[in-house]
């Protein structure tokens, strides 16, 4: 039997339009993203995506910025409101630290309001001295 849906490494396979939708209207963290700059983002990051075997239809996205060397930043994790409860960001979240394992990073960090548990289940921990990290935003 076929699995419904897999999982891709594939920039070609991200439906840009469809990623753009999600994370500018639906995503706290990205309301109103435009969309050259979100296809700036796409074209300079490890992008990752879980699609319905039987239609071809994203239903997922992540992406990773990296050195490839000692760090990445996992951000823009989306599941389609539609597939969710399916076990789909698990499928995401376990291909995206298998696809990056080789690199032999030295930290992987995100930011998450709702996830903690998923992503502690890949081995995601709260910062042990979170005291010493600092963000610039605008």
């Not at 823009?76 to 698990?90: E, L, M, P, S």
Request: aromatic share 10%; with cysteine.
């Amino acid at each position: 039997m076929t699995e419904p849906f897999y999982f891709s490494a594939e920039t070609n396979r991200i439906d840009r339009g469809l990623v753009h939708a999600w994370l500018s209207e639906q995503a706290y963290w990205a309301q109103g993203r435009p969309r050259e700059k979100q296809d700036a983002a796409i074209d300079a990051s490890r992008n990752y995506g879980v699609y319905n075997t039987a239609t071809g239809e994203q239903v997922a996205y992540g992406r990773v910025v990296t050195d490839g060397v000692t760090f990445a930043w996992l951000c823009d994790v989306f599941v389609a409101t539609t597939a969710r409860g399916q076990g789909i960001g698990k499928m995401l979240a376990a291909g995206i630290v298998a696809d990056l394992e080789p690199l032999d990073l030295s930290r992987i960090l995100l930011s998450t309001a709702d996830a903690h548990g998923l992503y502690a289940q890949y081995g995601f921990a709260e910062l042990a001295e979170p005291s010493r990290m600092m963000a610039r935003v605008r």
